[in-house]
């Protein structure tokens, strides 16, 4: 069972999400706007949040601007505008996942069973890392810290998001192999990729702009045209 944050203006489906959700055995806190929602989270934290966009008050960008200030907690924005624009600005601020309206309520339901199930994953990994495992790891002018998820590029450190960070570690650990998107979707969001593969995009433009020393000819993170991403060797 976990605690999830429902942010949704539109009282009816903001109670149908909650009625499914529970059924599923979550505990689930209602807002149905951005202040309201700040608000509940200062009382106390959840372990997911459905993010409306569009809302009154706080809209939904803001909102997930300020709980990522303080909190990884992931974050799947619910939108109803279709320009990939909005999509991309709103993984930019640090939505780890979105999903268009209208959707149907088990798409929904398995994006955060797929979510939950890789923080316990990562939880177990991280409970049974050896001393190798947690070593950093250097690739070229980066310094990865595991343990503490941390970046540095020489003796700047790097701000990553939670999903950037896990997205750069795989990469890292694995030099000079190729992973397409929908892989990349499957390990680093763990979910099947159900042809929605613009979040890596989004991701690794993001990250090469924070580590490339020239973004629009990145030498850290490659593309292979047609197959996927590697990080170089």
């Not at 608000?39 to 569009?54: F, K």
């Not at 149907?104 to 979510?115: D, F, N, P, T």
């Not at 929605?196 to 973004?215: A, F, Q, Y």
Request: charged share 30%; glycine share 6%; proline share 5%.
């Amino acid at each position: 069972m976990a605690r999830i944050l429902v942010v949704e203006d539109e009282a009816s489906l903001r109670s149908t999400i909650a009625y499914n959700l529970r059924r599923e055995g979550h505990e689930v806190v209602l807002a149905e706007d951005g202040e309201q929602a700040l608000a509940l989270w200062a009382r106390s934290p959840a372990d997911v949040v459905l993010l409306d966009l569009m809302l009154p008050r706080l809209d939904g960008l803001e909102v997930c601007r300020r709980l990522r200030q303080q909190s990884g907690v992931p974050i799947v924005m619910l939108t109803a505008r279709t320009d990939e624009i909005d999509r991309v600005v709103g993984l930019e601020v640090g939505a780890d996942d979105y999903v268009t309206k209208p959707f149907s309520m088990r798409e929904l339901l398995a994006r955060v069973k797929a979510i939950l199930r890789r923080r316990a994953l990562l939880q177990e990994e991280l409970g049974r890392q050896s001393a190798t495992e947690s070593a950093p790891i250097l690739r070229g002018p980066l310094r990865i810290e595991p343990a503490r998820r941390r970046v540095f590029r020489g003796d700047r450190e790097i701000a990553l998001k939670p999903k950037e960070f896990d997205l750069l570690l795989h990469l890292a650990r694995h030099p000079g192999q190729v992973f397409s998107p929908e892989q990349l979707i499957e390990v680093v969001w763990g979910y099947d990729a159900l042809g929605e593969t613009g979040t890596v995009r989004v991701h690794i433009r993001s990250l090469r702009e924070k580590l490339e020393d020239d973004p629009s000819n990145p030498t850290l993170i490659e593309t292979v045209r047609g197959v996927g991403y590697r990080m170089a060797d």
